[in-house]
Each structure stands twice: as C-alpha cells, then as structure tokens.
C-alpha cells in the first residue's frame, strides 16, 4: 500500500518519478541483498528481537515521509531494507517455530490475512479523503503518515509482549551453528546433547560464513530451485498489482477524472482479495495444497487476461485514451484487482508452508529458507518495477502469465516429491 500512497498522496507524479524510482530501488536493492546475511541476525538477536529491530527500520522509513527530503528518503529507503530482510526472515521462523504441520498453514494464512488488513484502511482512506486534488496539503500529510507511525510505533511495542514459542526441539539456532561449525558438515543428523560451551561460541566472521554456506548449500538444491521460480513470480505479482495496474488505471482517461481516485479503490479490493485469499488454508480439510495453488493459479490468468482487454497497452507509460477490447468499467477493474490481491495472498501462504514443512525441522535452515525466498522475490520485485515504466502492457502481462504457469509447475514437482517423501519416512 506504501507504493499506492507514493503515486496518490504525493500527487505531482512527473515531478517526483525519479526520487520514486530510486527510493524503491533502493529498499528493493537493500532488501533483496542482505537477505543474505538477515539469518546471522536473526540467530544472535532471535526470532522476537529481530522482529522489533525490522519493525523499527519501517518506522523509520515512515517518519522520513512527514517532511520528505531526498537525502533523508534515499537513507531510509536503504535502511527499511535492511530491516525488511531481518523482520521477514524473523517472522517466518517464528510463526514456523510456533506451529506444527497440522496447523502451519493456519497460522501462516491468519498471519496473512491480518497483515493485509492494511489494504482495505488504506485503500478507503486513500479513495475518499483524496479524490479530485492535485496537491497534498502538508496537513494532510502530515496527519498521514503522523497516523501510519503512530501505528508503527504501537505495533512494535506490541511485539515486545510476545512470548517465546514452544519449539518441537530441544536445542537452540546458536547451538545448532556451533556443532554445524564444529563438525565440518553441512547435516543436521550427527547432533548430539554435547554441545560447545559458551567460551567455544563461533565468532561473528565463522557464524557468517556457515550462514553464507548454507544459503549456498540450500539455494542450490532442487526444492529451493523450484520454490524460488514461484518466489519469482510472486514478486513480479507484488509489483504488478501495487505499481503497474495502479498506475494503468491511473493513466487510462476512459475512467473520466476519477481515474486517479480508483487507485485508491483498487487498494481496497486488494486488500479485500487478500484476506479473502488468507482464508484458502480453511479449504485444506477437503481440498490439498496443489489444489489451492492451482485455484490461486486460475485466478492469475483470468486477472491477467482481463487486464489485458480492458486496460490501453500504452496504460502502463502514460495518459491514454487508446482503444480497449472491451470497454473499461470500474466495476471490472475492481474485480480484477480483488483477483489479484487473492493471487497474492494465496501463493505467498502456500509457499510459506511448503517452506515450513520442508525446512521447518532443520534447526537454522528455516530462516535461511525464508530469507532466500524474500531475497529472490524482492529483487525480482525490483526488475519488474524498473521494467514497468518501459514495457507495453501485454508484453508484462504475457511475463506475468508465463512466471505463473512455471511458479505452478515448480512448486506442484516440489510438493509432490515432498509428499512421497513423508509417505516413504
């Protein structure tokens, strides 16, 4: 929602398009990068201290929009990265460590669902406090994003009360990494209950580089190959529905001068779409995973393909009123973004658990799993917002469909396999 509020609060687009451009750059860079190093983090702070330093960084990020200056946005941009990777990594561990297979898919849909809220206030707040206005009044945004870091602010000294979840084992990350370290391997299966003292404790430089090595070790095996083409698609889905149909419906004149407004009102049904979505993990009783994945992946193309009949294909560069294959309606357009925000929704749930029951009882390797997921979908996230502003919109569209139909080939070989694993165990 913060890329939705960037286009319509700020309001003089062409004049900010290039600080725009690089802030997102930059947090996407930043994200996608020390994704990399957020498990270390993780494993010295835990999963509940790293979530209030992540959560920090966005409250930071947030304050800097109260009186925007470039060098101040750019600093923050880089710095919300950075605790964007520590508090996705973080909280992926974390809801993992406080679930069990029976309810992993639950928990992470609840997670889900909460967490998109946003979408609809957002939304609301952005389509009927902002319609027909040029320009933001500085008490407007002041009173904005004052609101988001109150909420911020509220949030994180909300984490500080959780408690520490019961774990199916019995031994901590850290000591997990010390008799990794000590033992030479890259198996989790010759622990034992004689572990390393507190003064034989890995020193920062040997914990990094066990953390680089198994990303290494991890990244290259076919499970995360295959999740990680479905982690790609879903941050080309990210940037899809938050920058490039916000920014077509924006753009397409067909909608009269409300056009900017419904951008707002796309945020709600996202958000609506997403909470929707949340609730897929509710089917699991009678439907499986590969089930609703495949639901997720019809929803896909049919919000891919009516985007492309409705929307210009020059709706993703500028004002057009070029003509459509079918006539733009808002009711349409709605729905299409409620589609995509249940795609969302339900692709990064399911694969949350896949990554949970897959890596869930490796000890470190969880947060290593969740953290090459984020890594991979924030830079693909990237590539895919600097693409946007150059591509004709059935060029993207026809990327979106492909990603799509390989993430669903991916994760289904992943799942089936994992599946006549357990049978066979």
């Known amino acids: 929602m913060a890329v939705l509020m960037v286009q319509v609060i700020l309001g003089e687009w062409h004049s900010i398009r290039i600080t725009y451009l690089c802030s997102l750059a930059i947090v996407y860079i930043s994200f996608g990068l020390f994704n990399w190093f957020a498990p270390i983090v993780v494993m010295y702070l835990g999963e509940k201290y790293s979530m209030i330093a992540g959560s920090t960084c966005y409250a930071l990020y947030i304050a800097s929009y109260i009186e925007p200056v470039k060098w101040s946005l750019y600093l923050t ?4 990265g950075l605790g964007a990777a ?33 979408q609809i206030v957002g939304g ?8 027909n206005i040029t320009e933001i009044p500085r008490t407007l945004r002041i009173q904005l994003y004052g609101g988001l870091l109150g909420c911020a602010v509220l949030g994180i000294l909300i984490l500080f009360i959780l408690r520490k979840p019961r774990k199916t084992h019995n031994f901590s990350n850290q000591q997990l990494i010390n008799a990794e370290i000590n033992s030479f391997g890259d198996s989790l299966s010759g622990l034992t209950g004689n572990y390393p003292t507190i003064q034989n404790r890995p020193t920062v430089v040997q914990s990094t580089l066990h953390s680089l090595r198994r990303s290494i070790h991890i990244l290259i095996t076919k499970p995360m190959v295959c999740i ?10 990210l940037t899809f529905y938050s920058s490039l149909y916000a920014s077509a419906l924006g753009h ?27 609730f897929s993990s509710r089917l699991s009783r009678w439907i499986r995973l590969e089930g609703i994945l495949i639901c997720g992946y019809i929803c896909a193309v049919v919000a891919g393909y009516f985007t492309f009949l409705m929307l210009p294909t020059n709706s993703s560069i500028k004002d057009t009123d070029e003509l459509t294959y079918i006539t733009p309606n808002v009711y349409l357009a709605m729905f299409i973004a409620f589609l995509f925000g249940g795609v969302d929704s339900v692709w990064n749930t399911q694969i949350s658990t896949l990554i949970g029951f897959i890596y869930g009882e490796h000890g470190t390797d969880i947060t290593v799993a969740f953290a090459l997921f984020k890594s991979v979908q924030s830079i693909i996230s990237g590539i895919a917002f600097v693409y946007s502003t150059y591509l004709l919109l059935h060029w993207q569209v026809f990327i979106f469909i ?11 070989i992943v799942y089936w396999s994992h599946l006549s694993h357990s049978v066979g165990t």
Do not use: R
Not at 228 to 237: K, P, Q, S
Not at 256 to 274: D, T, V
């Open 228 to 237: 990680l083409v479905a982690a790609a698609f879903t941050g080309i889905n």
């Open 86 to 118: 520590v508090l996705w990594t973080a909280q992926g561990a974390f809801i993992t460590d406080c679930s069990t297979k029976s309810n992993m898919n639950q928990h992470f849909s609840l997670f889900w669902g909460l967490f998109q809220a946003n």
């Open 252 to 278: 397409c004149l067909h909608f009269g001068k409300n056009a900017k407004s419904y951008i707002g009102l796309a945020g709600l049904f996202i958000g609506i779409g997403e909470m929707v979505g949340s």
């Open 402 to 412: 492909v990603m799509a139909t390989g993430g669903l080939y991916c994760l289904l």
């Open 124 to 131: 609301l707040y952005a389509y009927l406090s902002l319609s």
């Open 77 to 80: 941009s880089f710095i919300n």
